[in-house]
């Protein structure tokens, strides 16, 4: 039956102001009504706003101008924001027409926003003249400002409706990039009838395989795309055609060999031609210097220099890794040459052989619900949060929310999506429904975070169980969530996550990680599936002897992802046509990669390998000349891990609460107040240093002749 027309009852809840989002409320017949009502009521605010700039020149304060119109604008955000995540989780293509019918009207909305020369004027204003303005409201204006003049707020009128309508095609673009992608993976599936292909799969996959296909009706093992199904065949699995068979069809992904709807590559070359144009309006010489604008790195020459830097220092490691790799797969494994689709393979078998454990060993000490429990005891030790599970409308049964607390009172609201499904794009991620806000009126707005992942679901009665991989992304994606969730700022424009520099914005989350690696940790977060035995001290010795298994070629491989981008957004596209058009061609952007990976990969996959047609990071996310951000934070989270190494000498634990209360108060419950190179020093006394990334991530010194394969 179709839906009635929504009336205004049906609208209310999700119109008004809310603490969490109203799923239940919220469906696709509503979600356009109550978008375009919200976006009236921004529009009008917006007038109003514009109407006090253009007829008064007395002083405008933060009270009466600049918060109705932010309420405004926060109602309309916020409500959008829940539809562009249910476009990221539950991509039915219902949701799918709703978000793709709205995206021209709201980017179009917030492009011209950003340029609007009456809300520019009227910020500056404010900043010269307000009364009104304590540190935090400060901090967030001159944030505000330098992010219209990066929207065009200063471009001359002739120039505004092309930057207008690159931001629309961008956003409609990155939309379909991420769609291509989706569906693209979906569209590949093998239903496995003879037992016998399945040799060396782990039980566990083996009966998520079954239950796939019984899912659908058939008999036998489906297998699909998604990672629980993917990362186990190339991992585990002896057919090594299977193997090579999965791992093209994985690296074609929306790529010319496919359906040409589904193709990313003219979307990808698009997407860079119109970066381009959009930076030079800016006045930037390319689209790499436009977005280091307002993040840590001083300049593109700072970002290639620690690029190369890091690349000398880890290259020698990824050497010794490779040839260790061909050694034992010509000389163990009879596999010579070693092809792509046996490298995660061959690594496996080489890590039982040196270690002696598998994955698929240590994930039985991993079931989901033990790992939550042991997370949410620590963050309880470090910052004195206690979380409680809380039942509020979600989106998809599988979600579970929980309440914090930290000292009596509410801190904020947690969203744990953790299961792969069909209508949900691949990752992991951090998203907030909300951000820390206070009213003038005196009412908080606590903050609310969507944590996502795509691990295997339960099967039967059988809980999920974790590789420590996925362990390490859980905690990775909890430290986002973490920096938005315990901030104390109530700005919200400054609050949590929001404005932070995007290359210290991974500071948080990969600092977290390293505790996932620590004993005590361990203990908390293990309870073998079968016997309820915590992870054996002689299974942890070998798993932290592994630790550094690879780290060299690891490494590397994030240098080539984070040098491909950069190079791209700087190189290409630059010089304009005689018409004005800033053209890509696929073929320099394949020639690039190249480049970059001969000056610094070990491994090189065959020339059909589409990499870029997948890096949704970059096309589809917000790490466009940004990918090297990881690795830029990483040199801040690994010195700031070293603070609670030092305490434990003394003190006797990692996990101290005198050292957890200084990093909260000083880098996660400050958000964007500050600078974060300014945070870093007051948590550490000092500027970061490289030396603890070095030791945490690569471990000893590698020879320094590797022996050849």
């Not at 290639?304 to 890091?310: E, G, P, S």
């Not at 203990?523 to 690879?550: I, Y």
Request: a negative charge; glycine letters at 6%; proline letters at 6%.
């Amino acid at each position: 039956m179709t839906e009635k027309t929504p009336t205004s009852d049906d609208l209310t809840p999700l119109l008004t102001h809310w603490q969490f989002p109203p799923f239940d409320a919220l469906i696709p017949e509503r979600a356009t009504a109550a978008i375009r009502s919200a976006l009236a009521t921004a529009q009008a605010a917006v007038t109003q706003a514009k109407r006090a700039v253009q007829t008064t020149n007395a002083a405008l304060t933060w009270a009466e101008w600049y918060a109705p119109l932010d309420e405004a604008l926060e109602r309309l955000g916020a409500l959008w924001g829940v539809v562009a995540h249910l476009h990221s989780v539950l991509d039915t293509p219902e949701w799918r027409a709703v978000y793709n019918e709205l995206l021209p009207e709201m980017t179009r909305f917030w492009s011209e926003l950003g340029q609007d020369p009456d809300l520019y004027a009227g910020m500056k204003r404010l900043l010269a003249q307000a009364p009104d303005l304590n540190a935090w409201r400060r901090r967030a204006l001159e944030l505000e400002v330098r992010d219209r003049l990066l929207s065009g707020a200063e471009l001359p009128e002739t120039a505004r409706p092309r930057f207008l309508a690159i931001q629309e095609r961008l956003s409609a673009l990155a939309a379909k990039f991420s769609e291509n992608l989706l569906d693209a993976t979906n569209a590949y599936s093998e239903l496995v009838t003879d037992e016998a292909q399945l040799a060396g799969l782990p039980e566990t996959v083996r009966a998520m395989a079954r239950a796939a296909a019984e899912r659908d009706g058939a008999s036998g093992w489906k297998f699909t795309l998604q990672m629980p199904f993917y990362l186990p065949v190339m991992q585990y699995a002896e057919d090594r055609a299977w193997r090579a068979r999965f791992y093209r069809a994985y690296a074609t992904r929306a790529s010319e060999f496919g359906p040409p709807e589904q193709d990313n590559g003219p979307i990808l070359t698009e997407i860079l031609a119109l970066r381009q144009e959009e930076a030079q309006l800016l006045g930037f010489p390319h689209y790499a210097a436009y977005s280091l604008a307002p993040k840590m790195a001083p300049s593109p020459e700072a970002v290639r220099d620690f690029l190369a830097d890091l690349a000398r220092a880890a290259r020698p490691y990824a050497e010794r890794d490779k040839a260790e790799l061909e050694r034992f797969a010509r000389d163990t494994l009879g596999v010579s040459p070693l092809e792509p689709w046996d490298i995660a393979f061959a690594s496996e078998k080489l890590r039982q052989a040196k270690y002696a454990f598998s994955d698929d060993e240590l994930r039985q000490y991993f079931p989901l619900p033990k790992v939550l429990d042991g997370l949410f005891a620590l963050i309880t030790r470090l910052y004195g949060v206690t979380f409680e599970e809380v039942v509020l409308p979600t989106w998809h049964a599988d979600v579970r929310t929980y309440r914090l607390d930290k000292a009596g009172e509410t801190v904020g609201y947690l969203y744990l999506d953790l299961f792969a499904r069909e209508t949900k794009k691949g990752g992991a991620w951090m998203n907030d429904a909300k951000s820390r806000h206070r009213h003038l009126d005196g009412r908080v707005d606590h903050p609310v975070v969507y944590l996502v992942c795509n691990f295997a679901p339960p099967v039967g009665d059988k809980p999920t169980t974790l590789t420590h991989d996925e362990v390490l992304t859980l905690f990775h994606e909890m430290g986002h969530g973490l920096h938005h969730l315990l901030t104390q700022v109530e700005e919200r424009e400054i609050a949590g996550l929001n404005h932070v520099e995007w290359d210290a914005v991974e500071l948080p989350s990969q600092f977290f990680e390293f505790f996932a690696w620590e004993w005590e940790v361990l203990q908390t977060l293990t309870a073998h599936v079968e016997t309820g035995e915590t992870l054996p001290r002689a299974l942890f010795d070998k798993m932290t002897a592994a630790r550094f298994f690879q780290a060299g070629m690891q490494t590397v491989r994030q240098i080539e992802f984070a040098l491909f981008d950069f190079r791209i957004h700087s190189e290409l596209g630059v010089a304009a046509t005689p018409e004005g058009r800033h053209d890509v061609a696929l073929d320099d952007v394949m020639r690039i990669l190249d480049e970059v990976r001969a000056e610094v990969a070990v491994f090189t996959p065959p020339q059909w390998h589409r990499f870029p047609h997948s890096f949704s990071h970059i096309f589809a996310g917000g790490y466009a000349a940004g990918y090297y951000s990881y690795k830029w934070a990483e040199v801040l989270a690994a010195d700031a891990y070293q603070a609670f190494l030092e305490a434990a000498e003394t003190r006797g634990s990692v996990v101290d609460p005198t050292v957890g209360e200084r990093f909260w108060r000083e880098i996660l419950a400050v958000g964007a107040s500050r600078p974060a190179l300014e945070s870093f020093v007051a948590f550490r006394g000092r500027e970061p240093k490289i030396d603890a990334l070095l030791a945490l991530t690569l471990g000893s010194q590698p020879d320094t002749e590797p022996t050849g394969a």
